[in-house]
Every structure is written in C-alpha cells, then in structure tokens.
C-alpha cells in the first residue's frame, strides 16, 4: 500500500463522516433513530441497500463459492427468476408490511399476534443476528491484512496483539460512531451517499482489470478443472459437493419462504415513505447492480486466473509463502482470493479497491449494529415496560444497545474457530430465526386464519431444528465417536467413519429442512384452532381504517394485464415503463436458460460455447452498466435533497415509539369514526 492507495481510501471516509455529523440535527424522536421517521425515496432506499449489500463478508463468501464451482452456479440462477420477480414486482411481504407502519418486525408481530410473542420472536431475532453478525468483524480484518499485506501481529503498547484484531477495533469503532450518531437516518443518508461514490469508482477497476487480463488467459484457466467439476459448463459439476444444483434448488423454495425475514438491515423495510415507495424500492434495485456484479464477477476471474494460469507461476510464490503461513483451513479457503488479489493489483487500484470494500464494510455493519441493538431494545424491553420511555431515554438505550453489540461482535469474532464455509454458516445461523419466523410472517400478512397458537408452534419447531444443526456442526468431533460407540457396526457405523472431521449434512439442508417442518406445523395449527377470522383491514390500514398522510389509490377497474406484474393505480407512468422493462429483461434471460437447458439436454455444449456465452454475460452489463450509473445517480441526489426538506417540516409524534397497545400502534386511532 502506498500513501496514493491511503489517499484514495481516506477521501470517501472524510466526506462520508462530515455528511454523518449533519444529520444528527434531525434526529428529535424514535422514529427518526428507527425508521428515518419514515419519510425515504425509492432511489434513497435501493442505493443504500445496495451499499449495505456490498459487505466484506459476503463478497469474501461470493469469492468461496466461485473457486469451488466457478460460473456454473450462475447458470442454474435463471431458475430463481420467477421468484425474484414474484417478490420485487409485486413488493410480496414488503408492501403489507409497510401498511402495518410497524418499525420492526417483531411489532408487527404484537400487533398480529400477542406481545408476548413479539418478545419471544424478538429475543430470538437478536439471538440469531448476534451470532450471526459474530464472524463479521473477523472475516473482514482478515480480509485487509492479507490484501494490504499487513504484518500478522502488532505491538502495541508493549504486547504483541494479532493484527486482524487492530483492524476490528478501529473499523467498529468507525462503524459504531456512524450509527450512534444518528441511527437509520443516519445511516441510510451516508450509505446512499457511499453507495453513488462506489458506482463510480467500480468503473475504474473494471476498466483495468480488463486490460490486464485477457478472455483468453481466463478460459484457460477455468478450462483446467477436472472433469465433474467444471467451471464453465453447468451440466459438467456432478462432483460438485456443496455449490451445486441442489443448492439452487432449495434457495428457489425458500426464497419465497424467507421473505423479509431476516432482520440485517431491518429499518429499510419501515423507511420508506409509503407503501408504494417501498415496493418500488425493490423493484428500481434491479437495474442498479450491474456495476457491482460486473466488480465482483471481474476481481473472481482476476484472482482466479492469477493463482491457477501458469503464466503468473512466478508470482504465486509469494501467495503460496502467505497461505501456507494459516493453520486454520477454512481460513485459508476464504483468504486464498483476497491474498491473490493483494499481490496481482497496481498502484491506485488497490487503494479503490481497499476503499470499495471499506466503504462498503462500514454501510453494512453500521446496519446490523443498528438491526440487532434496535430489535432488542424495541421488541424486548419497550414490551415489557408498562408505561413508555422518554424520547430522549429511548434513544439512549437504543445506542447503549448498539454499543454492546459491537462489543460482542469483536470478542466473538476475537475467540470463534470457522469450520464451515461462510455462506453454510450464515443458512443455519439465519435458521435459528428464519426457520420459523417465515410461517408466522407470511401467514400473519396474508391468512386471516393464522393464530397466536400457530405461529409460537412455527416458531419453536424452526428454531429448535437449526439449533440442534448448529450443536451437531460445531460439536461433532465430540459427538460422532459416541455415535460410533453407540451403532458399533452397520452401513450406519460405516458411514460416520466416513465423516469424522465434519458433520455430513451442510448448513442449507438442515435450513430447509427446518423451514418444512414450521410450515407444516403453522398450517395445521392454524386450521386446529382458528375460531374468529383476524380484521385483516384494520391490520393493514385499508378502506375505512386508512391514514391520510399514506393514502393509497384504489384501483376501481376490474382485470388488467398490468396487475400480473404488480402494476396497479399508484403507478406514474414512469413506474410503468420501469416495472415493464425490469419484467422484459428478467424473462429474456429466464427464456435463455430454459432454452440452453433444453438444448444441452439434448446435445451438451462443447467449453467453447459456454465461454462465449459467459463472454457475453459480461459485455451486457459493461454496455448498461453506466447508464444505470447515471440514473441512479441522479435519483440519489434527488432523494437525499427530498429527505432533508420533508425532515425540516415534518410533525413529530413522540407516541410513535414501536409501542403497542390492544393490537394497535400507540400513535393511531383505535376505532373506526
């Protein structure tokens, strides 16, 4: 790293930090910390998710999967289609949920169910999220020492400390300041602005990793794997383990499931300035990521093709000194990209890439500080308060809250040994919580029929289920001898010989499995014990129980092909061409894969096919990529310009707290006049 690199990396940061310190005027009330007092724009909204989703561990996860099964995984993506567009065109749980004006998900729950399941869903949303957010902090420390090339410990103060430590606790404490500062006003402002800053510096390394990287160089390498696990051709991975068919398989079925479910960044789902703006939100999203996946897509190929093309042989001596220096192997699996990188970028790149990823580091755990700390605050203490806290106490516990998430978050990360792989880890530690809260969501939004009895059932089977896969995962060294002590011999015994370092069945099975079995269970009890149907339109702030200030369109028409793909009154026509184009261009591609797939059942591609093909998975979004740049540019800018007007103007009402009362929001009407 040179001090161009530290440059490059210190500028962002100073202008994020001085635009974080202005917004801390507008927070006056909880809703402000919670929700941005709900008053954010479409284009608000998705460049900031889109900032929040360009985490240092998901992208280091991102790097695991494409060194196990390279591009085959994105073939077998177009199967999703259908679902993605299921959920964003017709803002499927969002919208509902943004009806309900809950904060956080576990009040939607009191609402629709009891409080003392608000509490219990609450408590187990924080108990998964905190042990999910656990490795955060580690992968990406460890991330930075290898790709900066720092030194493995620090003396500091006359002890020796592991560097990767260092780094985590100056990056939280970054992290923790943002958040503090402001909560989700504060944050939703800085990672938009994060995110239109990224859009652009993403160009600039995708331009240079092209030129220094031919399609050549790069067939050639994918082109090296053994058969039964190829890179390129998506019907030639039969020995593929883990990243395979039947993961995309099970991610179709429990995407719609999953919905909203998890909680990482849980106060955009409330930010939104209406219903409307929130499903279109999702929807605008899609036309946002071709830079970011474009960035991602090129530095996999880059560090792929740099350790395994014999060309670059010279220089893998110096990769090879640092990857052998790790003892942990799953460590090593997950770093093995970032050092690769480190060693292959120039001057300049890499401090845009290093600031790419720090920007991004600090949108999405100033998120989840604010998500887990937020959640145990509003859904565990303020239920169990009789009488609502001050404003100005409110907002203290809440940060107080924060603060100790971070502190988890480094010891967590300081003392936990990672045996799995990082995507497995986060299936089953979501599952703690996902597993069952899916039921209670979706059957809480759209089945009057869904009852209190049903969703504490859902709840309990899911999370017993993926916790007793989380104690088999991390205790089977200790478990499986008993269990082959117990069985002695048999197909049984043979088959725990078998898989003695490593329990047999991976994160995203025992995720699936869970999930089945919680549906089953909230159906059956459902139709067990359902005696009065739930008032849906009081729920939802509809017909005769609607707030002026989110008044929504009714659509008097009858049938129009328009609502197929979620088009309805409250569209402009801007929102139409919008919904339209996203629609055409996902069905492009889904009728592509169906049809390759139809074709390679008959006749397989030879490698040169599917490399011209992925070719052209690239060239489209280096041709829309900067359009999109521009457009959701401009709309940030717009939206943040917006924000600050509405928040200057805005009536605060301190009794919009996340409190409710019989079923009701403490700052709404009780009865229909």
Known sequence: ??????????????????????????????????????????????????????????????????YQAGFTMGFWEFIRIPVSMFIGLLGFVIYRYRETRAMTLSQFFEIRYSRNFRIFSGLMAFLSGLINYGIFPAVAARFFVYFCGFPFNLSVAGMILPTFAVIMAFYLAFSLTMTLVGGQLTIMVTDCLEGILSLWMYWVVIIVLMVMFSWSEVYQALSTAPPGKSLMNPFDCKHQADFNIGYILIGLLTGIYSTMAWQGGHAFNSSAANAHEAKMAGIVAGWRGFGKGLFIALLSLAAYTFLTHPDFAPKMVKVNEILNSIDNPQITNQMRMPVALGVLLPVGVKGLVCSLFLLGLIACDSSYLHSWGSIFVQDVMVPLRRTPMSPKRHILALRLAIFGVAVFGFFFSLFFRQTDYILMFFALTGAIYVGGAGSAIIGGLYWKKGTTGAAWAAMITGSTLAGAGILCQQGWTWIQPRLISFFEQGDICDYLVEHATKFPINGIWMNFFAILVSVTVYVIISLLTCKKDFNMEQMLHRGAYGIASEHKKEDPRGFQWGKLIGIDANFTKADRAISISVFSYKMFWFLAGFIMLAWNLISRWPLQWWSVYWYIHIIIPLILGPITTIWFTWGGIRDLRQLFQTLRIVKRDSRDDGTVVNHHNLDEPREVK
């Not at 801390?24 to 009330?29: I, S």
């Open 1 to 66: 790293m040179t001090w161009i690199d530290w440059l490059i990396i210190v500028v962002p940061l100073g202008i994020v930090s001085v635009v974080a310190a202005m917004t801390q005027r507008y927070v006056k009330g909880v809703a402000d910390f919670m929700a941005g007092n709900r008053c954010a724009g479409r284009y608000l909204i998705a460049n900031a998710r889109g900032e929040m989703g360009m985490a240092v561990v998901s992208t280091v996860a991102g790097f695991e999967v494409f």
